[in-house]
C-alpha cells in the first residue's frame, strides 16, 4: 500500500513546534521509521509533556511527527534532525539508532486495565488505571491480546490508521527509507541484533523490552 501513495499528508508544522533546544539540530541522513504511541490523549498533551518539564529542564526527548486520533499530524521540528526517542541503554553507540530514525508518536492511550469494582469497565493507565476509557462492550474500542503484561489495548481510529499511512509514505519517498515492514512473526519482539541493522519501519517494541508500543492493536496490514 505504501507504493501506491501519491497524495503528499497534510502536515501541520506551526502548532505545536518545538524550541530548537528540545531537538539536535543537526540533520543526518534517515533510514528507519520508528512507531510509537503516545500513551495518551491528545496532540495537545504531548506538547505539554515536552516543553513544561520540572525547573525549565532539556532533555531532548521528542518525536518529530506526533498523529491526533482526528488524523491530524503534526510537525515538532524538522524530520532530518534527531532527538532521544528510544531510550535505548545498550546496542545504541553515539545514539545511532534514534540519529537515524524518523519517530512518529500516534495519540493513543496504549494499555488497558479491567477496573477493580467494574469488571465490565477498561481503564486507561492514570492514577493507577482508573481513568475510564470504555466500556468491555464497546469491542471496537480495545483488542484483546497477551503482550507484555497487558491483556487489553486501545484500538487505532481508522482516519488515524491513514493519516500514518500517509506520513511513512511520505517520509519513505522523502528520505528513500526502504518500505518495508519486519516479518510478520518479528514485529512484537523484541531483539537488537535483528532491529538495529534493519532498515525500514519498525516500533518502539523492537528496541525496548520494557515498551509494548505501538503494540498488538496497530494494524500492520494497514502499511503493506
Not at 537515524?100 to 469497565?121: A, F, K, T, W
Not at 466500556?135 to 491483556?151: H, K, L, M
Amino acid at each position: 500500500m505504501l507504493d501506491q501513495i501519491t497524495q503528499q499528508p497534510t502536515v501541520d508544522t506551526r502548532t505545536f513546534r518545538l524550541p530548537e533546544g528540545e531537538y539536535v539540530n543537526q540533520s543526518v541522513p534517515k533510514d528507519l521509521i520508528v512507531l510509537h504511541f503516545t500513551a495518551g490523549t491528545s496532540a495537545r498533551s504531548v506538547y505539554s509533556t515536552w516543553t513544561q518539564r520540572p525547573g525549565g529542564a532539556v532533555s531532548r526527548v521528542a518525536t518529530a511527527y506526533v498523529v491526533d486520533l482526528d488524523g491530524s499530524i503534526y510537525e515538532f521540528f524538522p524530520a532530518d534532525r534527531w532527538a532521544y526517542h528510544l531510550g535505548m541503554t545498550v546496542r545504541n553507540p553515539a545514539s545511532f539508532n534514534d540519529r537515524r530514525s524518523v519517530g512518529i508518536e500516534i495519540v493513543n492511550p496504549g494499555p488497558l486495565r479491567l477496573d477493580s469494582d467494574s469488571p465490565d469497565q477498561l481503564n486507561w493507565w492514570p492514577n493507577s488505571f482508573s481513568n475510564r476509557w470504555c466500556a468491555i462492550s464497546e469491542t471496537d474500542r480495545y483488542v484483546r491480546a497477551d503482550y507484555r503484561g497487558y491483556r487489553y489495548f486501545a484500538t487505532f481510529p481508522k482516519v488515524q490508521v491513514e493519516a500514518v499511512r500517509r506520513l511513512t509514505g511520505h517520509l519513505c519517498d522523502r528520505f528513500q527509507i526502504p518500505k518495508v515492514l519486519p516479518p510478520a512473526n518479528r514485529r512484537n519482539e523484541f531483539d537488537p541484533n535483528f532491529y538495529c541493522s534493519f532498515r525500514g519501519i519498525a516500533s518502539h517494541q523492537n528496541f525496548r523490552a520494557d515498551k509494548c508500543d505501538v503494540g498488538p492493536a496497530w494494524n500492520w496490514g494497514s502499511l503493506a
